[in-house]
């Protein structure tokens, strides 16, 4: 697609329910990463997918946290139990092959998750 | 640990006014800088530094990366209302793996 495309840009959940946000990288874009932003934070890494691999989850907080891309495109943040602490703007960023010098990331507009 | 610090935290001025925004960083193999400005929703591309001293300009604001002292400021001259934003600093490190370490923003308003 022209830009990075995330659904839903709004979820209402409840304490214990289980989420899936989705993100849709720019097409040709090799390389995805999801980020966390907290209310007067700068975005927190939870993950990079470079194809379908996930070369770096070092950022997700614990396993209730899980994300997908099977077939190197669209991808998918899974979160089980969720918490009121997981209440957050997710952020959903690609950018071309990660070896190729052209690394500047174009960010998607965002998942709102709230958890009540 | 890898960090980038921002400065200040929160900044209001008059339309007009310059402002000059900072971002220093302690990070393990620094590949680039880049800067970001995000408004309600998704931050949106600036500038991406990678050399010392090379001013990189888009109409009024401009930007410069200070490699030895490892730091970079981004300026906005004759500051409008649509200025305001928070203006992210991120460092692009490869230490093992390719990520990018935010700072925690400068939330910026610009009064009329």
């Known amino acids: 697609g022209a830009g990075v495309s995330q659904t839903p840009s709004n979820k209402v959940t409840e304490k214990g329910k289980y989420v899936e946000l989705r993100c849709d990288p720019i097409s040709g874009h090799t390389a995805l990463y999801w980020y966390r932003q907290s209310l007067g934070q700068g975005p927190e890494f939870l993950i990079y997918f470079q194809g379908t691999g996930a070369a770096d989850d070092s950022g997700l907080p614990n396993d209730r946290f899980f994300a997908v891309r099977p077939e190197g495109s669209v991808s998918t943040l899974k979160i089980q139990r969720t918490e009121r602490g997981d209440s957050a703007v997710y952020l959903c960023a690609s950018s071309p092959r990660r070896d190729s010098g052209a690394n500047v990331l174009t960010f998607g507009a965002g998942s709102r998750l709230t958890v009540l | 640990e890898d960090k980038v610090v921002q400065s200040p935290l929160s900044l209001v001025v008059h339309e007009g006014d310059t402002v000059t925004l900072n971002c220093s960083y302690e990070v393990t193999n620094f590949r680039s800088l880049l800067w970001y400005k995000q408004e309600k929703k998704a931050p949106t591309f600036l500038f991406m530094l990678?050399?010392?001293?090379i001013e990189k300009k888009s109409g009024r604001l401009s930007s410069i990366l200070d490699k030895k002292e490892l730091f970079s400021i981004l300026n906005i001259t004759a500051t409008q209302t649509g200025d305001s934003a928070i203006y992210l600093c991120a460092v692009d490190i490869t230490s093992g793996t390719y990520k990018y370490i935010f700072g925690t923003g400068t939330r910026l308003k610009v009064l009329a």
């Open positions: 990678t050399s010392s001293g």
